[in-house]
């Protein structure tokens, strides 16, 4: 739906069904009412998760127009996707395999290609009549465990073949935009343990090889002047602010902007998401407990990485939660989990979410306008430990709902 914030919906990752026949069932059954629920009078938003065995259904051309048919008939509108999970993501253990295969391979290539085929097709045009702007969020290049990270020559070797497949596909952006005047954009998604894992590397890797390889393959693909191919570049791959995911990393909003901008980089979406966190008491009774709490999200589906504060200030990765509990000891004095918790709660007794981030983040778009599209991103709900799942569809009518309700308060405060 339209807000004074951007494009906001949900991504229908929280749905189940790797084929397309039944990822459309599920929405199916979802989405009407919720449109009904969140935007009754006006089009209701969806950022779309197709699996590599959905996408290859959509595109067959009697799916695409039912599916183009059922969009119109029910007010709903795609303007965003979700490209990382490849595979099965749920039901499933998922944990490193999400980023299987990573952007060292042309599989990734071939569906990141489709699915903004796809979205150039999907995406609907404003009061005006022009489309609007599309991105598709994908994986930060591939997982930095499988490879010897700490020698330089391995990290260039990785940061260069990835690098060369992403500017495959910002070639056929520019093809795209050519041909349909569709602008759309490839939003790379730092999460931890990520080849990509802040804003800083998010900056390196941007400045150290998209760039200078962009501007050597575009200048002879396309004729462009260095100018002309840099800003190409800068619009067609952007970042996905995942909330949760720099929450994590313990990185301050208005730095990972501020950061961005004085490289003239661009934010493609926000997707908005919280994480788990508790700082640690300094009695044992009180440390047991906050470790009791995390146990309880310990799960075997989806890799929870934990970035622990000690005592001195410094910051220990771990890259799931099993191995931050074994390694727990009295120099940790914070945690903070990568599980994807409901974005309305702010407590889980002694745990707490990082539902502050949200607000900050949300504050901020109302101030700097740093992109016009939100995505809500829970898709834990079947793992949530019991006691905290909910129907889906109301759990997903109140995350919205709190996004909503959160941005109108902005609005009056801003006008006040």
Request: with cysteine; charged share 25%.
């Amino acid at each position: 739906m339209k807000t004074p914030l951007g494009h906001l919906g949900y991504c229908t990752n929280i749905h189940a069904g790797e084929s397309w026949a039944d990822h459309f069932a599920a929405l199916q059954q979802a989405v009407p009412e919720l449109k009904q629920r969140l935007s009754p009078d006006a089009p209701f938003g969806l950022g779309l998760r197709l699996s590599n065995q959905a996408s290859e259904d959509l595109e067959q051309p009697e799916n695409l127009v039912a599916f183009q048919h059922w969009l119109a008939d029910n007010g709903l509108y795609v303007f965003t996707m979700n490209g990382f999970p490849f595979g099965g993501f749920h039901r499933t253990v998922v944990k490193d395999q999400v980023h299987t295969p990573d952007w060292t391979t042309e599989a990734r290539v071939e569906y990141t290609k489709r699915l903004f085929r796809l979205l150039s097709i999907l995406l609907p045009v404003d009061e005006l009549g022009n489309a609007i702007q599309g991105g598709i969020s994908t994986s930060p290049l591939s997982y930095r465990h499988w490879f010897e990270w700490n020698q330089p020559a391995a990290r260039d070797y990785i940061y260069s073949q990835t690098t060369q497949n992403v500017l495959e596909v910002v070639s056929d952006l520019i093809r795209l935009r050519r041909q349909t005047d569709r602008l759309m954009h490839l939003d790379l998604e730092p999460e931890p343990d990520g080849i990509i894992e802040t804003a800083d590397e998010f900056v390196t890797w941007f400045t150290d090889y998209l760039i200078p390889m962009g501007l050597e393959q575009l200048t002879t693909e396309f004729g462009m002047t260095d100018e002309e191919a840099e800003t190409a570049i800068c619009e067609h791959v952007r970042l996905c602010y995942d909330v949760c995911h720099f929450a994590v990393g313990y990185e301050r909003p208005a730095n990972v902007l501020d950061k961005l901008k004085a490289y003239n980089l661009r934010v493609g979406k926000i997707q908005i998401s919280a994480a788990l966190k508790a700082e640690f008491p300094q009695d044992a009774d009180g440390r047991a407990s906050v470790r009791q709490a995390f146990e309880r999200f310990n799960e075997p589906t989806y890799l929870h990485q934990v970035v622990a504060r000690t005592q001195s200030g410094g910051l220990l990765r771990f890259p799931d939660l099993p191995e931050a509990l074994a390694a727990l000891d009295d120099s940790h004095a914070e945690w903070r989990a990568h599980f994807h918790v409901p974005i309305f709660v702010a407590d889980y007794g002694v745990l707490q979410s990082t539902q502050d981030d949200i607000a900050e983040v949300l504050r901020l778009q109302a101030e700097r306008s740093f992109t016009n599209q939100l995505e809500v991103e829970t898709y834990t709900w079947e793992v949530l430990p019991e006691g905290l799942k909910r129907d889906l569809v109301d759990s997903i009518d109140r995350e919205v709902s709190w996004v909503k309700d959160f941005n109108a308060e902005i609005q009056r405060t801003t006008q006040s």
